[in-house]
């Protein structure tokens, strides 16, 4: 016996209505973490354009840093919690294997009746879930959905490791996706390459943990980063060029350029290669925050919209990459 399913009324478009932050309040300069490296603040500085970033205090929780940045989101967008069916969190650094976090950011948020799931693609997290978030609100399955980056890097990171232990930062930046007339969110390009999944990686297996003949050694990050950057200043202008050629806008319409906070370095060099125009923005929030994963986007597109140096309503090319490897980017109106 067969019969017909209701589907969901699928809506015009779905954009970006709000989008809000949270830095924790302990600011880290190089020179406090030169030492354990063997490293100065001018070396650090050179090598990836940071100067300080933030590290979460105890009560600055992954989930409480990522209610906030909601909170603020859904503030600025004026979409109350209990409006809320979805809410998506993109993280790398949640050290429960399970309960997932997302449900508790729905309950502090007040979004009691939402769904909520992690989701784990590192630093191109955000650009994953703000493409979940842009097909579930455009098919109906969703009115509002919060997309949200939480990251506590200093949990992750060894901080005698000369290759991260100055790279990465704490922090949470969300933004709230609703329906629209027309579009504000243009088609994702994304994609993996396995193959090359050590390049980013723990040092060990939680496994490890109980079977390895030596005292038990907490996994933290790993990075090559020599073939980071190489696989970075290639595929990130590659990824940009096929996110406006799928949202079928050129380069000279663009008002900024939000990629993942990597490295100052490879931001100059995608923004040199892709050729942005002059009055196109081009985000550096790594530079006070540090390279903070899947939260990054999210922190950067607030400083820019924050500072003024772009308006809202104007488009930004968003790119996130990392461990995976994985990338995904497209380009967004600005709320």
Not at 176 to 200: E, F, H, K, L, Y
């Amino acid at each position: 016996m067969t019969g017909t399913l209701r589907a969901a009324a699928p809506v015009a478009g779905a954009r970006i209505l709000g989008v809000g932050a949270y830095r924790p309040r302990r600011v880290v300069d190089n020179h406090e973490l030169a030492p354990a490296i063997d490293s100065s603040d001018e070396w650090i500085q050179r090598r990836s354009g940071i100067i300080t970033r933030r590290f979460a205090a105890p009560d600055e929780t992954l989930v409480a840093m990522a209610a906030e940045a909601s909170l603020k989101a859904l503030a600025h967008a004026g979409v109350q919690p209990q409006s809320v069916d979805t809410v998506i969190l993109a993280t790398m650094s949640h050290l429960e294997q399970s309960p997932p976090a997302a449900p508790q950011v729905a309950h502090q948020i007040g979004a009691a009746k939402a769904g909520a799931m992690d989701l784990g693609s590192a630093c191109a997290g955000f650009c994953h879930g703000l493409a979940l978030a842009d097909g579930l609100v455009r098919a109906g399955h969703s009115r509002h959905v919060v997309v949200v980056g939480s990251e506590r890097m200093s949990d992750i990171v060894d901080p005698n490791d000369r290759s991260t232990a100055f790279l990465f930062g704490d922090g949470a930046g969300a933004v709230v996706v609703g329906p629209a007339d027309t579009s504000g969110i243009g088609p994702v390009v994304w994609g993996a390459d396995g193959s090359r999944s050590q390049t980013i990686a723990h040092s060990d297996h939680w496994t490890a943990l109980r079977t390895a003949d030596r005292p038990a050694a907490w996994p933290t990050l790993r990075m090559d980063g020599q073939a980071v950057f190489r696989w970075a200043v290639e595929t990130v202008p590659q990824v940009g060029r096929r996110a406006l050629e799928a949202a079928g806008v050129g380069v000279a319409e663009l008002s900024a350029f939000i990629p993942h906070q990597a490295n100052i370095r490879i931001v100059d060099a995608a923004a040199r290669a892709l050729g942005l125009p002059a009055h196109a923005a081009v985000a550096r929030d790594l530079t006070g925050t540090g390279n903070t994963s899947a939260a990054s986007v999210p922190l950067a597109m607030d400083r820019l919209l924050s500072e003024g140096a772009v308006e809202p309503g104007g488009l930004a090319l968003l790119v996130g990459f990392g461990a995976g490897l994985s990338y995904a980017g497209q380009v967004v109106a600005l709320p």
